[in-house]
C-alpha cells in the first residue's frame, strides 16, 4: 500500500510567485493534515480536513495560504503570494480517524525556498 | 495553551550509548503523547505513544513514560545504534489538534 507521498519535493520561488502543494494521502483516510516546519524551529499545525470539508483551520497563518480538498481525495496547498517567511518545509499526513486510536501517517514533506 | 519542549540537539552518542532526550508539555485537558521519528530523507513515522497518565509506550528498544505529575514524556534507549541516528519530535495530541516540539538530532557514532 502506498503511503502518504507529496509533490514537489523541493520548490525554490521567488518573493511574489506563487506555488501549489500537493498531498495525495493514503487511499481511504477521510482525515487529512498540513504542518509546516520553519527554520528547524517546531512543526505547527495548519489545518485539519475530514473529507473535503475543513474541519480546522486554526493553523492557517493568513489568508495568502489557501488549502483545498476537492472530491475528499487529494489535497493543495497554495501560497500567494509567497513571501520570505513562508520557506520550509510542509508536511502532510492522514489517518483513518481520531489520533487516540488511529496513527497519523506522514509523508516526506515539500521543502519550501522563497528567494 | 497547549506547547511541547525538547532539548534542543544535536545529540551525540557512541553506539551502545544511553540515550535520554527530555521533552515537556503544557496542556490543557487530557492529551495523548507521542514520539515521531524522521531518518534522512523520510516523513515521519511514530515511534511510540501513551494515552494517559502513568502509562508507557515502548517500541524498537525505545521507551516513554506519561508523566502527569512532572508532565514530562522523556524517550529512552539502553542501547543506541547507528541506525538510530534521525531527527526525534515530542508531540501532544489534545482535540485532534497536534502540537510539535521542535525535534532533536541524534547522531549515532559507530
Known amino acids: 500500500e502506498a503511503g502518504v507521498t507529496q509533490f514537489p519535493s523541493h520548490s525554490v520561488i521567488e518573493k511574489g510567485q506563487t506555488v501549489t502543494l500537493r498531498c495525495d494521502p493514503i487511499?481511504?483516510?477521510?482525515?487529512l493534515y498540513w504542518y509546516r516546519r520553519v527554520m528547524g524551529k517546531e512543526i505547527k499545525f495548519l489545518l485539519h480536513?475530514?473529507?473535503?470539508?475543513?474541519?480546522?483551520e486554526s493553523g492557517m497563518p493568513n489568508n495568502r495560504f489557501l488549502a483545498e480538498r476537492t472530491g475528499g481525495t487529494y489535497s493543495t496547498l497554495k501560497v500567494q503570494p509567497a513571501e520570505l517567511e513562508d520557506s520550509g518545509v510542509y508536511f502532510c499526513?492522514?489517518?483513518?480517524?481520531?489520533?487516540?486510536?488511529?496513527?497519523?501517517?506522514f509523508g516526506p514533506g515539500t521543502r519550501l525556498t522563497v528567494t | 495553551g497547549n506547547s511541547v519542549t525538547q532539548m534542543e540537539g544535536p545529540v551525540t552518542l557512541s553506539e551502545e550509548a544511553f540515550l535520554t532526550i527530555n521533552c515537556t508539555y503544557t496542556a490543557t485537558g487530557y492529551p495523548s503523547l507521542f514520539w515521531y521519528v524522521q531518518y534522512p530523507g523520510e516523513g515521519l513515522q511514530l515511534l511510540l505513544k501513551a494515552t494517559k497518565a502513568d502509562d508507557k509506550g515502548s517500541n524498537k528498544g525505545f521507551e516513554a513514560t506519561y508523566r502527569k505529575e512532572t508532565t514530562s514524556f522523556h524517550l529512552e534507549k539502553g542501547s543506541v545504534q547507528v541506525s538510530d541516528s534521525a531527527v526525534y519530535f515530542c508531540?501532544?495530541?489534545?482535540?485532534?489538534?497536534?502540537?510539535f516540539g521542535s525535534g532533536t538530532k541524534l547522531n549515532v557514532k559507530p
Open positions: 480536513f475530514v473529507k473535503e470539508s475543513k474541519q480546522d
Open positions: 499526513a492522514s489517518s483513518q480517524g481520531d489520533p487516540f486510536w488511529y496513527e497519523q501517517y
Open positions: 508531540a501532544l495530541d489534545n482535540f485532534n489538534k497536534f502540537y
Open positions: 487511499s481511504g483516510h477521510d482525515n
